[in-house]
């Protein structure tokens, strides 16, 4: 705000001296004017005068006598005439051509048929020299005393104008000054700010940098504490856990002995397949079995609900036991009782007519199982 200011009346200031400087110098230059252009008229009006009188003498003596006649010329007549002019400078040039000599010739002795004599023409250059020499005298005092009035006119105004740039320099100055100090406040009240941020933020991390090793601390006694607890329930879990007792060996599963019929074989398994694993003249399928369609059936290793047999002239599609349930439903592909079905994991069958499957998967008719 202090900086706007002082730049605004900086401006105002400088727009004034300018102005006012330039109204005193379209003044002075025309009174300056005025007077060069009255000296002026004044000069040619001597000069006309000056040229007519030497005209007027030219003609005289080319009107006069010859040369054996120039000596009988009446003497030279010499008039003052006192000054009118008001001006000084007009007086001194009418002073200066009243006082100049006049020759006037007699008219009874005048002859305008004879020309003039080498000795008129030497007057009559010599009186044009003293006219112009008087002239430019006139003319350089005048323009003199024009000068010296014109610097009398302007000296209040220069020394005015010379104390106003002198005020505006001491006001510029000044505001310089004020800027550089007002800056130098707001450079030192911001450092201060900077500083005082700087060393809150080092005593921030520092309080923080204590409180995180503090934390650390108590976690590490936690720790401690715990590995304690955990060493001491260990020995307390080993000193009350009894000793493992050793097993009774488990009997081997009885293995099959295949035949040549495979409805034989598997009737021996599914007779009691929860003792005896399946032989491997048999797999299981997986897949969504279906009657009267070609089909194509993958074998997998997990127990399934269907069993195909490896070896045998016909293709059987035969039904696991152990996946039966109070709800099994295989009535499409096999003829039974269900009012013989157990829970999952006790039921027992044997198959009476099995399920011929051609080797694209084609079932034609239903199969036949009793329940155990």
Not at 78 to 93: L, R, V, Y
Request: aromatic share 6%; with cysteine.
């Amino acid at each position: 705000m202090v900086k706007s200011k002082s730049a605004k009346f900086i401006i105002v200031l400088i727009f004034a001296i300018a102005f006012t400087g330039t109204i005193w110098a379209q003044d002075a230059k025309g009174r300056t004017g005025g007077e060069g252009t009255e000296a002026g008229d004044s000069l040619s009006e001597q000069k006309t005068e000056g040229i007519a009188q030497t005209t007027e003498k030219s003609d005289v003596i080319q009107g006069g006598a010859s040369a054996d006649q120039a000596k009988t010329s009446t003497p030279v007549q010499t008039q003052k005439s006192t000054p009118t002019s008001e001006s000084s400078g007009t007086s001194a040039n009418a002073g200066a051509q009243n006082n100049r000599p006049q020759t006037v010739t007699s008219p009874d002795t005048a002859r305008g048929d004879e020309p003039p004599s080498e000795e008129s023409d030497a007057v009559t250059q010599e009186s044009i020299r003293e006219i112009v020499s008087e002239a430019k005298d006139d003319v350089i005092f005048e323009i003199g005393n024009k000068i010296v009035s014109v610097k009398e006119d302007i000296k209040p105004h220069f020394l005015l104008a010379l104390c106003l740039v002198i005020v505006s320099v001491v006001f510029i100055i000044a505001s310089i000054v004020l800027n550089i100090v007002f800056f130098k406040k707001k450079t030192d009240k911001l450092q201060a700010m900077l500083q005082k941020i700087s060393d809150d933020a080092q005593e921030d991390r520092n309080d923080n940098f204590l409180q995180l090793w503090n934390e650390i601390s108590n976690i590490s006694y936690a720790i401690d504490n715990l590995s304690d607890k955990v060493e001491s329930l260990a020995k307390t879990i080993k000193a009350e856990t009894p000793k493992p007792q050793p097993r009774e060996p488990v009997a081997p599963k009885p293995r099959l002995v295949e035949t040549s019929d495979p409805i034989e074989d598997f009737n021996k398994w599914a007779s009691d397949p929860y003792s005896v694993n399946l032989p491997s003249w048999f797999y299981y399928v997986k897949g969504d079995v279906k009657i009267r369609e070609e089909q194509k059936l993958a074998e997998t290793g997990e127990p399934a609900a269907w069993i195909c047999n490896r070896r045998g002239t016909k293709k059987y599609l035969l039904p696991n036991p152990c996946v039966f349930d109070g709800l099994t439903n295989i009535s499409k592909f096999y003829k039974m009782d269900a009012a013989g079905l157990k829970a999952k994991g006790q039921n027992r069958l044997m198959v009476k007519t099995p399920c011929v499957m051609s080797d694209k998967g084609w079932i034609e008719y239903p199969g036949e199982l009793v329940l155990l």
